[in-house]
């Protein structure tokens, strides 16, 4: 079954503690991204990476790191320096950049 | 990225009504695409607008890319209870990877 899948669906984070979000993705598409959303808001870009090997910081990416070791893998980590973690994350994924982007359902991190 | 206008932001509709919302923008955009996202799941992708003046339908609903490149608009044409949900817009500039999101309308069908 072809798709996207985030894991895990529910996080919780300690304070000052990293946490990583997994995207996988058997698509074959080269091009990867990460989005944050908050309730009552569009999507924010976190970052995007349009090949292996190679990232680019979107609009909010300040707090959040990512590596792109392997063509369907896009982790996301959410590090102590993002004070305000709490969002639905979403990984999404195309063909190429300028080709529509399909979604993954989402993992919700939440603070303890 | 800039943050896109889309109106209305809810609306409460009975089932068979049909449905208007539209998304502007302050620049010109390449490429217009309209999402739905059902509570606690990634959008889905409804209708990709490539063209100004493009009008494109995927079933009852239809969606068109405005003329001037800084507008669409999405038609869903007598409502049922399923199509309860937030509709997104998003555009897409000469950047050719960043999309640029509406704050979505909540929509609400009774039967």
């Known amino acids: 079954d072809g798709g996207i899948t985030q894991s895990p669906k529910y996080l919780f984070r300690k304070e000052g503690q990293n946490v990583t979000l997994s995207c996988e993705q058997n698509?074959?598409?080269?091009?990867m991204y990460w989005y944050r959303q908050d309730p009552g808001q569009g999507l924010r870009l976190i970052y995007y990476?349009?090949?292996?090997?190679?990232?680019q910081k979107g609009d909010i990416a300040e707090g959040y790191s990512v590596s792109r070791e392997k063509k369907e893998s896009f982790p996301l980590t959410v590090t102590s320096a993002q004070k305000n973690p709490t969002a639905f994350y979403l990984c999404?994924?195309?063909?190429?950049?300028?080709?529509?982007?399909?979604f993954g359902d989402g993992t919700r991190l939440s603070i303890l | 990225g800039q943050q896109l206008n889309q109106s209305p932001q809810s609306m409460f509709i009975q089932e068979g009504e049909d449905v208007s919302m539209n998304c502007t923008s302050s620049?010109?955009?390449?490429?217009w695409l309209w999402y739905k996202q059902d509570p606690g799941e990634g959008p889905v992708l409804l209708i990709a607008?490539?063209?100004?003046?493009e009008l494109t339908s995927n079933g009852r609903l239809t969606a068109q890319f405005g003329i001037t490149r800084k507008d669409s608009f999405l038609n869903i044409s007598a409502s049922i209870p399923s199509d309860v949900g937030i509709y997104f817009c998003?555009?897409?500039?000469?950047?050719?990877?960043?999309?640029?999101f509406g704050k979505g309308t909540s929509l609400l069908v009774t039967p």
């Open positions: 990476s349009q090949i292996v090997n190679d990232f």
């Open positions: 698509l074959n598409h080269d091009a």
């Open positions: 998003a555009g897409q500039g000469d950047s050719g990877y960043a999309l640029n």
């Open positions: 607008l490539y063209k100004a003046g």
């Open positions: 620049s010109i955009f390449n490429t």
């Open positions: 999404a994924s195309s063909i190429q950049g300028s080709q529509p982007q399909h």
